[in-house]
Structures are given as structure tokens and as C-alpha cells.
């Protein structure tokens, strides 16, 4: 792997991407540490360290502790996630849309409408973000010129992020949403380290629990990389045919279907849309005790409720990933135009209904796994009655580390293989 890395970086045009990619987060860092007027960054801490098992400490954890600091980048990416989930659903939804998808053109003006959706979420994401912390009173002033200052500040931070996400997509390697939530995620790394020192430290009881977790992170890895690399191969025929005086086909090969086939994005997805109730409940404020408060607290991560949930969401964006991203009549048809067929299945509309079978239970096998890792730590912090709410979002983490880990080795390989170098194929 390393030496695939240092032949990638010994290409001009890789290593431009590559480079370009630590640029981009390097700004994206810097810009999670600036502070944003008439908020104090102290008080805001110490206040979400008192509210220990919210779910603030998740969307600490997505901003790279941004959120918890109150720093211009506090909203991470979570209003472009939820702006292009909400666009993937209306394309599904609306012909219109799902015609215009299809072209380059239409490509672009779904784009441009994403980002308008993006500015609009980012707002009123902002507005419950300033009314949470007035409410905390961790602001310097509450006036309506520093309110104003405020929302602007955090809608605009959430819009650059939106173009920095971009700015990977067109000139970089790796999806833009993914490395940005990838580098957040790594840069708690650090504060993870001093509590593992801090268990070794504290006697027998803390170095088992530290040696625990560092255990079942390994095994994670290895089964997240395992289940990564996975697939099911579909055997696939050439049929014989003479051109001219030479004869082509009559070759053997595979037609593979990766068992996590959308990889981090269904997790990301379904923590987003779960993250919805919390964000209106900061816009809202419902009273300490009454209904409504209620109501949004059953769908906090200390909850069964937001257990279930999320375990069908991610299953249901794995499956609308998939929808959306792989075409088995497609496959089908360029496999009939290319004299190949499935041995036992008729070309055309019978091997686009195998193709769709078998990927349904690739899928479902797939999303099940992956749900189970993101899962299981939440359900053991609610057995343990919310003693373990520093590993609650453990396995997402580690989903979605590991994932973004294993995509962009995936594209540098591909890299490396269009120019014929060796490495990660090895």
C-alpha cells in the first residue's frame, strides 16, 4: 500500500489531487477553529461537557468539535447532506427532475437547486443553533445585531464547506462529504488517545477496559475491511462470433456485485435525517417537561426508539443508494449488446430481473452488517444506562473512517491502473 502511495505521488497529475485534497483540508481545519463574534467558545464548551449523553456529543463528533466550540464551521456539512438527500428523493419522486438528472445539463441545474436548499437549511439550522445557545447564555451579547451577525456567520460557514466538499469532487480524489466527515472524525484521534492513557493510568479495571477497546476496534477494522471487499460473482459468457476471418468471444468472466455496494453513505444518510428532531427541537425550545420535549427525547440516541429507527434507515438508504446508483436493465442490455449472457438466464429482460434479484440480497445482507456495527454500540450504552456514551457513536465512526479509508485506496487504485502501475493489486 505504501508503495502504491509513493508511485501515485510520483505522478504529476496524482500527486496534484492529492496535495490539492490536503489543501483543502487544511482550510477546512482552520476554518473549524476560527471563532465567530458575540459567542464564547469556553462557555459554550463547559456547557455541552454538563449535557454529557445528548445528542449534541454526536454532532460534536460529525463538526470535528467545531459545534461544541461554537466555531464558524460548527454546522459542519450536515445541511448539504440533508439538501442532497432531500434532492435524491424528489428526483426519485418527480419524472421531471429524474429526466433532467440524466443529462449533463439538468445535472447542473440539480446541482445549482441543491445548493439554494443547502443556504435554506443552513439558515434555519443556524437560527436553532443561535437559540440553543442564548438559552445555554454562553453569547456576549444578545442583541439583534449580534443575533443577525451570528446566524450569518454559521450559514456562511456551512455554505463554504458545501464548496470546499465541491471543490474535491471536481479537482481532488475521494467524494468531498465523505473526507471532510472522515477528517473530522480523525481529528478527535488525539482526545481518544489521552482517555485510553487515562484508563492505563487509573489502575487493573481501566487497563482492561482500554485493552477491551482497543480489541473490539480492531476487530471492527478488520471486519469493516473484510465486508468492504466482499462480493458476489455472477458468471458471465461470451458467445463465439466471426469477423471477417477472425473469431472473437467464447471467453469466461464476471460480472461482480460488491455486498457493501453504497458504502459509508447510507449510515451518514440515516444519521442526518435522525439528527432532524434534535435540530428542531433547538428551533423549537419545547418546555422541560412537557410534551413535546418528550417527543423529541424519544428519539434521542438514548433511546430504543432511535436505535430501531436507524438500524431501518440505514438499511432503507442502502437499498435507495443502490436505486439510484446502479442500473441492472442497463447491465443487462449492454451485456446482450456485447454477445454476453449468464449461463441458464436469458439475455435481455430475464437477466435484468436474476441481476435485480441477487443485488436485493446482496444488499439487504450487506446494509444488515453494517447496521450491526453502527447499532450495537448504541444498544450497550443504553443497557449500561448511559455509562458508556463515549463509545455510543463508536461503530459509526469507525464505519465511517474505515469506508472512506478503503473508497479513495479504491480510486488511487484505479488511478494507478489506468496507468499501469503496480501495487494495491498485488
Known amino acids: 500500500m505504501f508503495k502504491t502511495l509513493k508511485n501515485a505521488f510520483s505522478l504529476p497529475e ?16 482552520i476554518g473549524a477553529t476560527i471563532p465567530v463574534p458575540y459567542v464564547s467558545s469556553d462557555a459554550m464548551s463547559y456547557m455541552l461537557s454538563l449535557s454529557d449523553g445528548s445528542i449534541f456529543q454526536y454532532m460534536s463528533i460529525l463538526s470535528g468539535t467545531a459545534f461544541s466550540r461554537a466555531t464558524l464551521f460548527a454546522l459542519s456539512i450536515s445541511p448539504y447532506i440533508n439538501a442532497s438527500i432531500i434532492m435524491q428523493l424528489l428526483c426519485t419522486a418527480i419524472p421531471a427532475l429524474e429526466n433532467m438528472a440524466k443529462e449533463e445539463d439538468g445535472r447542473k441545474k440539480v446541482s445549482q437547486i441543491t445548493r439554494y436548499v443547502t443556504v435554506g437549511l443552513a439558515l434555519i439550522t443556524a437560527y436553532g443553533y443561535y437559540t440553543t445557545m442564548r438559552n445555554m447564555g454562553v453569547l456576549t451579547n444578545d442583541g439583534v445585531f449580534a443575533a443577525i451577525v451570528i446566524i450569518a456567520c454559521y450559514t456562511a460557514g456551512s455554505c463554504l464547506i458545501m464548496w470546499l466538499g465541491e471543490k474535491i469532487n471536481e479537482h481532488g480524489i475521494g467524494n468531498g462529504i465523505s473526507i471532510i466527515l472522515f477528517t473530522n472524525i480523525v481529528s478527535s484521534i488525539p482526545t481518544l488517545i489521552g482517555t485510553l492513557i487515562s484508563y492505563f493510568a487509573s489502575g487493573i479495571g481501566g ?8 480489541i473490539i476496534a480492531l476487530a471492527m477494522v478488520v471486519f469493516i475491511v473484510f465486508m468492504n471487499n466482499s462480493e458476489r460473482r455472477l458468471p458471465v459468457q461470451y458467445a463465439k462470433r466471426v469477423v471477417g476471418r477472425k473469431m472473437y468471444g467464447g471467453q469466461s468472466s464476471t460480472l461482480p456485485l ?16 435522525l439528527a432532524l428532531p434534535s435540530t428542531i427541537g433547538m ?7 412537557g410534551f413535546w420535549a418528550g417527543f423529541i427525547n424519544l428519539f434521542s440516541y438514548t433511546s430504543w426508539l432511535y436505535v430501531i429507527i436507524f438500524l431501518v434507515r440505514i438499511i432503507f438508504f442502502a437499498y435507495f443508494y443502490i436505486a439510484i446508483s446502479f442500473n441492472p436493465i442497463e447491465v443487462a442490455n449492454n451485456l446482450k449488446k456485447n454477445g454476453g449472457f449468464i449461463p441458464g438466464i436469458r439475455p435481455g429482460k430475464p437477466t435484468a430481473d436474476y441481476i435485480t434479484k441477487v443485488l436485493n440480497k446482496v444488499t439487504l445482507m450487506g446494509a444488515f452488517f453494517l447496521s450491526v456495527i453502527a447499532v450495537l454500540p448504541l444498544a450497550a450504552n443504553i443497557i449500561s444506562g448511559n455509562q458508556l456514551s463515549g463509545v455510543a457513536f463508536a461503530g459509526t465512526s469507525i464505519i465511517i473512517v474505515v ?10 487504485e484505479a488511478q494507478m491502473t489506468m496507468r499501469h502501475y503496480k501495487g494495491f493489486l498485488e
Do not use: C, Q, W
Not at 283 to 289: Q, S, V, W
Not at 403 to 412: F, K, L, M, Y
Open 14 to 29: 496524482l500527486r496534484r489531487k492529492m496535495l490539492y485534497v490536503v489543501f483543502i483540508v487544511i482550510l477546512y481545519r
Open 258 to 273: 460488491k455486498l457493501n455496494m453504497s458504502g459509508v453513505m447510507p449510515v451518514i444518510f440515516a444519521n442526518s435525517i
Open 283 to 289: 428551533i423549537a425550545n419545547p418546555k422541560e417537561g
Open 403 to 412: 469506508g472512506v479509508a478503503v473508497e479513495t485506496a479504491r480510486e488511487i
Open 207 to 214: 487497563v482492561v477496559i482500554a485493552l477491551l477497546t482497543i
